[in-house]
């Protein structure tokens, strides 16, 4: 299976690699980065695992997740972007970029850019975002989508120490065909 590489406007996602393992740990090692996402921060061995675990499951047929490594124009990971598939045609959106990168729209970009790669090449119909309420960043990014607000999760996820409400945003692929991503 060849490897995937899909250029953005800011950025590019590609496959990750071993070598990409130092980067991600700094993104999901880092408490800035994680106090927004739906795990604790990691040491330098589950960054690895989370690395070599992507790379695994990247070799699957059929491939059950695209969990793709954010880079700048020098090929260095500055965050990642996931799609879980959830079922028949549906997917979960992730994404996450490094603090020292914020405010570039770098998490926009990855995040149109799998989004795009889902409904143009995988032929989805849904996908959705579970986002915690106070990241009002994220909820800005979903709505740059053109995601629609659908509810709230009560304690949805268990991070950092206690239960965690979760936003839940969704677009359908007929929306992202109007609206162009």
Known sequence: MEPITIPGRVITLRDMRPDDAADAWAIVGDDRVTQWLSFDSRDQAAAVAMVEGAIERAQLTPRTEYYLAAV?????????????LTGHKAAK???????????????????????????QELGLHRITAAIGPDNASSVAVAKRLGMQYEGRLRDHVFTNGGWRDSLLYSILAQEWATNAG
């Open 72 to 84: 700048d124009a020098t090929d260095r990971m500055i965050g990642f972007a996931r799609l879980g």
């Open 93 to 119: 959106l992730g994404y996450a970029i490094g603090a020292d990168h914020w405010g570039h729209g770098y998490a926009t970009d990855a995040a149109r850019t799998i989004t795009n790669y889902g409904f």
